[in-house]
């Protein structure tokens, strides 16, 4: 059964510092992957998604990703933090479709002036 | 182009009480989905409807029931509500014919069972 580890509930950064969101996975065929975000009182954006056709991924607002199936990880990295990142982000697994994707619990990034 | 709208935004309700929350969307998706959100829980599926006349369970089933009435609207049932079901739902629909595309959110219910 595929699963989503998000570690860390909270992850606080200083403004201008790396941003690093940590996502492992558990899959047992080639997954497409997903990384959301969502401000306070919205719904869920798209960041962005690996779906095999390559490993490092770019998304919207600078935040990129890498998958790397010898670690089963998919982490969010951003080099210079903006207040405006500041918000819950979920890394999302799938194997077959939208109906099969499993949400992480959330990390919540906060970042400081 | 609104997207995904849900009503209502805010709802308190009592035990054993039942409410309906609407979700329309104006994209033409085929799918569409209802999620709940639980602090440390992330989302999790309630109900999804690949097309229009057709809807499937999710993860979490039990005390819910759907109604994809058309291709635009999605609608979540509570037919009696427990505090348990105190939650944030999330409607969403995605791209047609497009599996593992994008799915794009509402802005959420909030809804307070007591």
């Known amino acids: 059964a595929q699963s989503v580890t998000q570690l860390g509930s909270h992850v606080s950064v200083s403004e201008g510092a790396l941003v690093l969101l940590r996502c492992n996975y558990s899959?047992?065929?080639?997954?497409?992957l997903f990384w959301y975000v969502q401000y306070p009182n919205q719904g869920l954006q798209l960041l962005l998604k690996?779906?095999?056709?390559?490993?490092l991924v770019k998304g919207i607002n600078g935040f990129e990703a890498e998958f790397k199936k010898s670690e089963t990880s998919f982490h969010l990295t951003k080099p210079s933090a903006h207040m405006s990142d500041a918000a819950e982000y979920f890394c999302?697994?799938?194997?077959?479709?939208?109906?099969?994707?499993?949400f992480g619990t959330g990390t919540r990034l906060l970042v400081s002036p | 182009n609104a997207g995904v709208t849900q009503t209502p935004k805010f709802q308190v309700l009592k035990t054993g009480q039942s409410m309906t929350l609407q979700c329309a969307q104006d994209?033409?998706?085929?799918?569409m989905y209802w999620y709940r959100q639980d602090p440390g829980m992330g989302l999790r599926l309630i109900y999804y409807?690949?097309?229009?006349?057709?809807?499937d369970k999710g993860e979490v089933p039990n005390g819910y029931n759907v109604s994809r009435l058309n291709k635009r609207e999605f609608s979540l049932r509570l037919e009696s509500a427990a505090p348990s079901q105190t939650s944030v739902y999330f409607c969403?629909?995605?791209?047609?014919?497009?599996?593992?595309?994008?799915?794009?959110f509402g802005s959420g219910t909030q809804l307070s069972v007591l």
């Open positions: 899959s047992s065929v080639p997954p497409y």
């Open positions: 999302a697994v799938s194997e077959t479709g939208f109906q099969k994707l499993v």
């Open positions: 969403a629909s995605s791209v047609p014919g497009a599996t593992n595309e994008k799915l794009f």
């Open positions: 409807s690949a097309s229009e006349g057709t809807t």
């Open positions: 690996y779906t095999s056709a390559a490993t």
């Open positions: 994209m033409n998706h085929n799918s």
